[in-house]
């Protein structure tokens, strides 16, 4: 079959791409963009994994096809760092050891990122559940939760 | 596969009833891309609603609330009056999948998906919600349990599909609740759910609906249970037969997530509970 | 000069939290795991697996592939070496089935395929002819009359003679004379418990790149805790040398055990050998349930007798371990790690290694004694109760010390089982009142720890910073320990220590990371790497000196005369000595590669409290204390995410983690929705407590972390589950409906 065209905006750029219409979006993200910071768990929407920002929210983008991405607004862990200089989250996650393997990382964070942009103040009760559908085998979380809490004080401390 | 996206619903109702062949409509993609991925179905045309403006829309008229089929779950439950109005079926929404789900997956999806442990499914019933089907001979309406026929199959021809879920107003004295059993707090396929929907008057019930999923091969209205309750007030005795009576209308299989007699227990339990909170509700309001 | 044999008590760097050298890689997204890589002109491999237990293979037919443009090459077992025996041949008739379908999920061909949405249809195009047999997935029914067996004449010699074909290996050890024990108890309690299979549940599936050449040369990419291994099997299956096969181990996203087996990288070098061009393969996540190394089921007998002080008499188990389809089940790990804990003069301990239709089980952190804890650990809470006795007294009564003889067989050398008990009995969890309804459950656990083959060097640069390589794959935060340790004994800045993980073609042989062995035996053999160093530092000062080495010592980074005699010499920083060494003899390296024994057992103690919803079966996790002997904590913020991640799993394995099989053989919950981990929300906090008692076989006194907790949970869970619902549970996972059919029956 014929491939089919996309154009979409990733991290602020202006990307092209072909695929197939079956591809999923994380497929074309990591197969045509060589943006492989998105992994994929389960390819199934249950890890959590390939958590990247649509359009301003939240999403598994193995979940979404590849050819939604068409004239859409799409950040991955890759955006994350601006210039160089690390989110706040991302360096509360190394000061406080919140990863072992570092797999389920990229998605903690870009889930961690959009719970900070709604909520500057989540309880540890609302961060626990905002990442449920984040899976970490290695950690058993606390670390993780620790880290974005301190990154939610220093967010707000620093604004 | 071919892949449409069309901008309006009278082009999608084109697209969608001009093709023969097997054919999908893609909401939030949190069922069928799983079913795409795990080869459970290889539809030959796939077609995006999302892009639709009119069907991205929760609209509260009169005596209805109108939600369109692109809505997404985390839409529904950000909306303060509709989840204030309709707290259960809002709890049904909000439990679909993860925040990643939620900021995916539609209420129609959920519906015509036709799993029997649809969340977002038992407090419509009980809501006595309808759908509106589009299709090339226009508009039709038909009431939830008539548009499920049974796992994964609905009551629609090749050229239908759903446009928007239309959800009566609530009554005076009136609330509802959905609760759900499953073995996590988070991320697991309903073992059992129930959803009510109740009024009171003068302290006794005086309406109520009781719906259970997950025990049966589509959702179950309970007449009998409800029955029970209506003209009674709440208490210890009205309570344990509702629990009987829910037990033994529940006609679940044994699989991975639960075997027959659990599902059973679990289901009068979930009946008493959410009756129980459903009621603080309206007692709350009042 | 006596470096070599300093066992060091005051550390500068070690003990410190410092970042971890890959971290930013990994936060932001330039980490490459097995997934990552590509190569110009790669194809795609997928496996077609059997949709049955049990199964005669009859024929495969690939014709409908034939005229396929796309499919640019397909493998089955002939394309293989033919001539394995012993444990070679089990992992390739795991790699890739011969005559028979062994479980649902093996494999039975594969192909490769320009892109992966083409090698996904076209494998489905595969039409295989299958003669069903009868199977068997359970361990009691696979010992029964008329059972299925799986493979006749597999049985170890061990094994005696009446025994059922499908027992297939047999351990017995203990001492002293148990029956004579059991009369002078004043209370015996003896049960039955059951565990079922549980995945080690890395969120990475295995995945790899590899590329054969014409002349037999073989490049292999993949994630894996052992790619020396990978290369030694590769090398066996395909027929070669070890060699021929240089394996590069990615970053890797967990393994628990998991990846240290061979699964996809010899069929991914059978198809890049026939279609000459580089294959990459990923598994999905269903094949990752389906068909690697899950733990074993088990079913276990124990009995033990105690006086009414508490003491115990005597104690004996019997631990039948069911591994898949293949021997070697760790019963024998079981059995002895069963009563470790405890200073018994009269022990038995009985494993038997039991064949059924299931994956070749593979190691999950302490593979055996979770299980077995669980089985021994309630039988201790039922006789504390039913003797009134306080839990953690009980314990610290009958614990094994330094010199106590192990269940298994040797004496122990310093040991800290004691401390962790006394810090739980002191720990504000122990002290803390019980909330309404909870239970609260204690139990202590076991591991051996490991050591193993180990080869590393390390390389001085001309500015005085050293570059480490190691054969060990870092699954845990293992670099940044190994950056410290360097750090340490060269006293040189953390910041200036580069730690790599070499290829099979760099280094010396290196046992998996696996046994807990990394910080251990990788961590020693770095620090004899860094003596080794010091002492041509020291060599190389001496003989720009013009003196003997004896006349110089190293003293915190800077070589410096011995004394008066040696003459009026500013001591040589290293810096100095690396800025001179190209002129001065040339580079500098330190190295060490050996077999280290002396891994340093270690003991836990978790508590927890757990409530159960006794309408719903359903339980919460409300408080959890894990209290480990970590010898040295070397980067204490990883030993304690080595704490918290096995006490995770350990919640998970004993709540709601299980294989579903159904009556056919097939398992039912091969993904994430439905083989539940603990997800964020279903944990509490999970709080740790370093105990350091210094393992004598390792000059820092580091003792192996990452398997011990996951010892105790399984029994913890189950002591609080069981004190809050007032019922034993002697069955694992403890899911709602079990716990439910417990009450239930309970009630009536
Ligand atoms: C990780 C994970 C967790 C989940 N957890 C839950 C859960 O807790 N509870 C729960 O109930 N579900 C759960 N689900 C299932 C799923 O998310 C829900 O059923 C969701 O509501 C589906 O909505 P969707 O918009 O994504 O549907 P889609 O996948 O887009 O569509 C689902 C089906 O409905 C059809 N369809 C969609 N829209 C229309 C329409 N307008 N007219 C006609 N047919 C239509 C599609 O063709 C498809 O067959 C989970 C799924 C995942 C992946
Ligand atoms: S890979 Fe998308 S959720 Fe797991
Ligand atoms: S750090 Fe390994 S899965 Fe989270």
Redesign the interface.
Known sequence: ?KK?HVSTTINGDNKEFLC?????LL?AL??HL????????????????C?VI?EG????S????A??A?GKNID???G??NDGK?HIL?KK?????A????????GI?M?SK??LQQNKEPTK?E???????????????????NAVLDAAKEMRETV | ???E?PQTLNQAVNVFSEFNGLKRI?A???DI??Q???DVIQPEL?M?I?DIEELGKIELFDNFWKIGAGVSA?NITRNKEFSKEWPGITEGVGLI?????Q??ATLVGNLSNASPAADGVPALVAANAMVEIVGRNGNRKLEILSLISGPGKLNMKSDEFISHILIPRQNKNSSDCYIRFIPR???DIAVVGCGVNLSVENNNISAVKVVLGAVGPKVIFSEEASNSLLGASLNADSLSKLQEICERDAKPIDDKRGTIDFRRKVAGVLAKRAVEKAYKRIMEDS | MALDNENKNFFDVVGT?P??P???E????????G??A?LPGMLHGIILRSPHAHAEILNIDTTSLDNDPSVKAIVTRKDFSPDLKGEDWNILENVMADQKALYDGHAIAAVACS???EARDAVKKIRVKYSLLPHVTDVEEAMKEGAPIIREGVARSSVPKDMHPNIVGYHESGHGNVEKGFIEADLIIEETFKTEAAH??????HACLVNMMPDGKGEVWCCTQGHFNVAKVCAKLLGTDASQIRVTAS??????GGKTAVFIEPVALALSKKANRPVKM?M??SEVFRATGPTSSTSMLVKIGMKKDGKITAASGTFKLQGGAFPGSPMAESAMCAFAPYDLEHVKNVGWDVMCNRPKQAAYRAPGSPMAAFAVESVIDDLCKKLKLDPIETRLKNAVKEGSKASFGPRFERIGLVETLESAKSHPHYLAPLKDGYGRGISCGFWFNFGGETSVSLALAEDGTASLSVGTPD???SRASMCQIVSEELSIPYEKVRATIADTATLGYNEISHGSRVTFATGLATIKAARDMKRKLCARAASNWGLEEDAVYWEKGYVKPAGPNAGNHDPLSIIDIAKTMGRTGGPIVGHFEASPEGAGVSFATHIVDAKVDRETGFTSVDRYTVIQDAGKAI?P??V???F??G???GIGWALNEEYIYDEKGVLQNA???DYR?????D?P??DTVIVEVPNPGHPYGVRGVGETSICPPLAAIANAVSNSVGIRMKELPMSPPRILKAIEENNG
């Not at chain 3, 990994?26 to 795991?33: I, S």
Request: charged content about 20%; overall charge negative; proline content about 2%.
């Open positions: 079959m089919v197939d219409t079956r591809e999923t497929d990591r197969d060589a943006l492989t910071g998105s992994k994929e768990g389960c390819g199934t929407g249950d890890c959590g994994a958590s649509f929210e939240v999403i598994c193995c979940l979404a096809l050819v939604e068409e991955t862990i890759e994350m760092a690390l991302q996650f190394l000061e406080h050891a990863l072992q393997c570092g797999i389920c990382t990229p964070l889930a959009s719970l009760e961060v626990r559940f905002w990442l449920a559908g984040n899976l970490c085998r290695c950690t058993g979380y606390d670390k993780i939760i | 596969m071919r892949y996206a893609l939030g993609g949190t891309l799983v795409l991925r795990t796939l995006n999302k985390a999948g993860s925040t990643q789900i900021n995916r707090t988070e991320m | 939290r970042i971890r890959d971290g930013i990994k936060v932001t997204g330039q980490a490459r795991f997934a990552d590509y892109s992966l949405l080690q549940g890395y969120i990475e599936p970053e890797i996203g967990g393994g628990f990923v999905s996540r699954i845990g935060g980067h913020a990883y304690e995410g080595q918290q991640g006490a995770a799993q993904g994430f929705l981990i603990p997800v964020a929300s944990l906090k999970i």
